[in-house]
């Protein structure tokens, strides 16, 4: 079975790609695994203790992905992990890992915070409409086919 893209699908993975690729410069450039600076990126949109089932959540990583991750950063001295309640655990950042966001992540932050300012309200909005529109679609697509197989 042949299945072609069309031209604009080339152009829109050439995107998608070429930001995947920035996201995990920026990390490289951080001295940090993808999974280590999106957990990262994520504390420091939160408070102190959140969970790892929030972090999985708002990085879009798995669970074991996230687990695995922050023993790692545990280990280097980045955070402290306070046991809860059966499975719960709270996340807390020590002074190294306070340092590796506003050294490494509030700069990126920073960046595509005037980068949308430069793009304007207007278009960063309909931007978010559209991929948010993109990705809706094809999940109902995705969703459609498994009903229909």
Known sequence: MECKQSVEQQKLDAVYKELSQYQHKAASHAGLSDSAF????????????????????LSWQSKQTVNSTIKILEKKGYLKIEKGKGKECSIYLLEPGTAVIREKIAPLVEH?????????LENARALIELTTQYVKLLKTIEEEEQHAN
């Open 38 to 57: 999106d957990i990262f990126y994520v504390l420091m949109q939160l408070e102190e203790g959140c969970s790892q089932k929030t972090i999985a959540q």
């Open 112 to 120: 595509e915070r005037r980068m949308l300012e430069k793009m304007g």
